[in-house]
């Protein structure tokens, strides 16, 4: 079998998120256990970017800890401590274990992205061209927002908790707010 192309490993590592059937769509010269093999090899592959803190048996205490969670192009798995560029399939593949109960489970905000930086970019990228040439709409996007803040199962970081009595108190937005003056009528 040949070597796999750059081309070839940049289109698995951007469609790793989907079923392998679906990926083979797209590589079609290479077989499931190929694309299957090369995935796992790509996973051992990924080390830790020099600079990234790694909080694998660590915890995410604050919102500097989140930032610094998502700043580089590989994402840590903190069930394994492994880096990746998208977290999600991993999360399925390997420790059964969906993004909101893994978020959750990890004291992570609800939106917190599970993808490394380039990622996200080349992401962006493709959604706004599918905006663009009317793939997607603006109403499919504030679906999918409505959404995701209902699978948010009302849980929040305590960190975020905290920060935002923290902010409502010194706006006093009860003084400001018409609602809460007229009693909640
Ligand atoms: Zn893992």
Redesign the pocket.
């Known amino acids: 079998m040949k070597n796999w192309s750059n081309d070839e490993v940049s289109i698995l590592i951007l469609n790793c998120h989907l079923p392998i059937r679906e990926v083979m769509k797209l590589l079609p010269h290479r077989s499931y256990n190929a694309i299957y093999s090369k995935i796992r090899a790509l996973d051992d592959n990924n080390v830790q970017p020099l600079l990234a803190k790694s909080f694998f048996n660590k915890k995410i205490t604050s919102m500097t800890d989140v930032e610094e969670y998502i700043k580089y192009d590989l994402i840590q798995?903190l069930?394994?401590g492994?880096w990746f560029p998208f977290l999600p399939v991993?999360?399925n593949r390997?420790?059964q274990i969906d993004s909101i109960d893994y978020r959750i489970r990890h004291n992570l905000p609800a939106q917190t992205p599970l993808a490394g930086v380039k990622y996200r970019d080349i992401h962006r990228i493709k959604m706004n061209k599918l905006i663009s040439d009317g793939t997607i709409t603006h109403e499919h996007l504030e679906d999918a927002i409505k959404k995701a803040s209902k699978a948010d199962r009302g849980q929040r970081a305590t960190y975020e908790l905290d920060r935002q009595r923290e902010i409502i108190k010194n706006n006093k937005i009860w003084l400001k707010s018409p609602r809460t003056k007229k009693g909640h009528k």
Request: charged share 25%.
């Open positions: 798995c069930e394994c492994k991993h999360l390997i420790h």
